[in-house]
């Protein structure tokens, strides 16, 4: 393992959900060759010393061997995990904390790193085959190409199928975003998204000859066409924001019900 090279963070505060987040962070780290740091923010003493030796049990019964490092900080969790998410490679949460309320889907924390993180934020949902494809979804905003890249990455290290999900209704993608009329030809604008879905996607084939790419165009809105997708999936990768979001906004219209909803883990890029 190189020194100095960016880790994968993990956040450990005792509960269930952040051990399999530890899990799932473990064995990426494994993957990518790449340092695990748990991290529990919070009072130091019993309790945090507690909770990172059993998140470390459970890393190293994930991936043997991995490099695990532990640290105890005090302050705001969500804002010392976005400082902490300038110098990694990723950052993995649990969708719920010990601090959540029952009716919350997606805790505070998680949240907002996925809204502000400075790189890419796992949002560990559910339970998936390591055999299953990952999912990525595909827009034509500048945060989609990141996302794409992303997705591409992990099914190479996997060795599993990207399913290129790209959804459209009365919007077609192009370079921009266009109405359609209500006459419009439906059979021949589906046939002009495959044919530009297949020209976005003819430039990642070259840099990742060995991922098995799969096109997938929908009829559909995103969310309801990504989550159909992911209930088959291992993980789900989108953009922070699409193209039709305003750069105010923390998160987009489709990575954050994603968070809320999604089967299987979701990966928000910037």
Same mark, same amino acid.
């Given at each position: 393992?190189?020194?100095? %090279?960016?880790?994968?963070?993990?956040?450990?505060?005792?509960?269930?959900?952040?051990?399999?987040?530890?899990?799932?962070?473990?064995?990426?780290?494994?993957?990518?060759?790449?340092?695990?740091?748990?991290?529990?923010?919070?009072? *130091?003493?019993?309790? $945090?010393?507690?909770?990172?030796?059993?998140?470390?049990?459970?890393?190293? *019964?994930?991936?043997?061997?991995?490099?695990?490092?532990?640290?105890?900080?005090?302050?705001? &969790?969500?804002?010392?995990?976005?400082?902490?998410?300038?110098?990694?490679?990723?950052?993995?949460?649990?969708?719920?904390?010990?601090?959540?309320?029952?009716?919350?889907?997606?805790?505070?924390? &998680?949240? *907002?790193? $996925?809204?502000?993180?400075?790189?890419?934020?796992?949002?560990?949902?559910?339970?998936?085959?390591?055999? &299953?494809?990952?999912?990525?979804?595909?827009?034509?905003?500048?945060?989609? #190409?990141?996302?794409?890249?992303? $997705?591409?990455?992990?099914?190479?290290?996997?060795?599993?199928?990207?399913? &290129?999900?790209?959804?459209?209704?009365?919007?077609?993608?192009?370079?921009?975003?266009?109405?359609?009329?209500? #006459?419009?030809?439906?059979?021949?604008?589906?046939?002009?998204?495959?044919?530009?879905?297949?020209?976005?996607?003819?430039?990642?084939?070259?840099?990742?000859?060995?991922?098995?790419?799969?096109?997938?165009?929908?009829?559909?809105?995103?969310?309801?066409?990504?989550?159909?997708?992911?209930? #088959?999936?291992?993980?789900?990768?989108?953009?922070?924001?699409?193209?039709?979001?305003?750069?105010?906004?923390?998160?987009?219209?489709?990575? %954050?019900?994603?968070?809320?909803?999604?089967?299987?883990?979701?990966?928000?890029?910037?």
């Amino acid at each position: 393992m190189v020194h100095g %090279q960016k880790p994968v963070i993990a956040g450990v505060d005792g509960s269930s959900s952040a051990l399999g987040a530890v899990r799932w962070a473990a064995r990426e780290a494994a993957l990518r060759k790449r340092p695990l740091r748990l991290v529990h923010v919070g009072n *130091a003493g019993e309790d $945090a010393s507690r909770r990172l030796s059993e998140a470390g049990e459970q890393a190293l *019964a994930s991936a043997p061997g991995v490099d695990v490092r532990s640290a105890v900080c005090a302050g705001a &969790a969500a804002e010392h995990l976005i400082t902490e998410s300038e110098t990694a490679s990723m950052v993995v949460l649990g969708s719920h904390g010990l601090g959540g309320f029952p009716g919350m889907l997606v805790g505070s924390v &998680a949240g *907002a790193l $996925a809204a502000h993180g400075r790189c890419p934020v796992v949002v560990v949902r559910g339970t998936a085959p390591q055999d &299953a494809p990952v999912v990525a979804g595909i827009d034509a905003s500048p945060s989609g #190409d990141a996302a794409l890249a992303f $997705a591409l990455e992990e099914a190479n290290l996997r060795r599993v199928p990207v399913l &290129a999900v790209h959804t459209w209704t009365d919007m077609t993608m192009g370079e921009t975003w266009s109405v359609l009329p209500i #006459d419009a030809d439906y059979e021949g604008v589906a046939e002009d998204e495959r044919r530009l879905l297949a020209e976005r996607l003819a430039g990642w084939r070259e840099k990742y000859p060995d991922v098995d790419v799969r096109p997938v165009v929908l009829r559909d809105r995103p969310v309801r066409g990504l989550l159909d997708a992911g209930r #088959d999936a291992q993980l789900i990768v989108v953009g922070s924001r699409g193209r039709g979001d305003f750069g105010a906004v923390g998160l987009g219209s489709t990575s %954050q019900p994603l968070l809320h909803h999604s089967p299987c883990p979701v990966a928000v890029v910037r």
